[in-house]
């Protein structure tokens, strides 16, 4: 597998220095050049989850990578997804599905849901796009996942809640005509989507979880 991948795709790691801090980076977007410093990047939630995802067997002992380390090393359809460090999305478990990460320190989101923006929408729905027009097996029949973390209190404590959309979710198809169905329209027409975060409409819910010594590599504590 880690041939396969190796000859499709330019991977690079950003690692920690010596501080145990992740550093920042100029990307270049379009004809401009942009500077991301650490406590924009947000990958110490990346990280978090990551590491959550694999502690728990959440999906099991599938791969699970980091998008941010990879580009195609020729233009293709996988430029949809994968973009290095300003990739669409976040996650991939190869040959089963992609996951969105997003963070908020709103401490009412169990009683308020959380809302996706629109450009967040967009972007995942272009992990359900590329699902529709890749050929591959490893590209396609990706099952789509958001995840939120959410609820720092004053303490040391975090919440992580994983919703399976497609489980949650009727999704505009890009190739074929809509079909009846009960599940609530994930909606690209609108500002937001509210996304119930409560442990009833998750795959999975975790609390408690520990998240600063993750905080402080792209945040001065």
């Known amino acids: ?33 942009k500077w991301f410093a650490p406590k924009d990047t ?55 599905g992609f996951a969105e990460i997003k963070y908020t320190g709103d401490n009412q989101r169990d009683v308020w849901g959380y809302d ?8 995942i729905y272009s992990a359900h796009s590329f699902s529709d027009i890749m050929k ?27 919703i399976d959309l497609y489980d949650k979710f009727k999704f505009p198809h890009s190739l074929l005509p809509s079909e009846p169905s009960t599940k609530r329209p994930f909606s690209l027409n609108t500002h937001h989507i509210n996304i119930n975060v409560g442990a009833e409409n998750c795959l999975k819910r975790f609390d408690d979880i520990p998240y600063r010594k993750y905080r402080a590599r792209c945040h001065d504590e």
């Open 1 to 33: 597998m880690k041939a396969r991948f190796e000859d499709v795709f330019n991977v690079k790691n950003f690692s920690l220095n010596d501080k145990g801090k992740y550093e920042g980076f100029w990307q270049d977007i379009g004809y401009d050049r």
């Open 42 to 96: 947000y990958w110490w939630v990346e990280d978090l989850v990551v590491d959550i995802l694999k502690k728990e067997k959440v999906f099991g002992d599938k791969e699970i990578l980091l998008t941010r380390n990879l580009t195609p090393k020729d233009r293709s359809s996988l430029d949809i997804i994968f973009k290095g460090p300003i990739s669409s999305i976040d996650l991939w478990m190869p040959g089963y």
């Open 116 to 123: 996706l923006s629109n450009k967040s929408a967009m972007n």
């Open 136 to 162: 591959h097996s490893m590209w396609k029949n990706n099952k789509l996942f958001l995840i939120i973390v959410h609820n720092p209190g004053p303490g040391d404590k975090i919440s992580i809640s994983i």
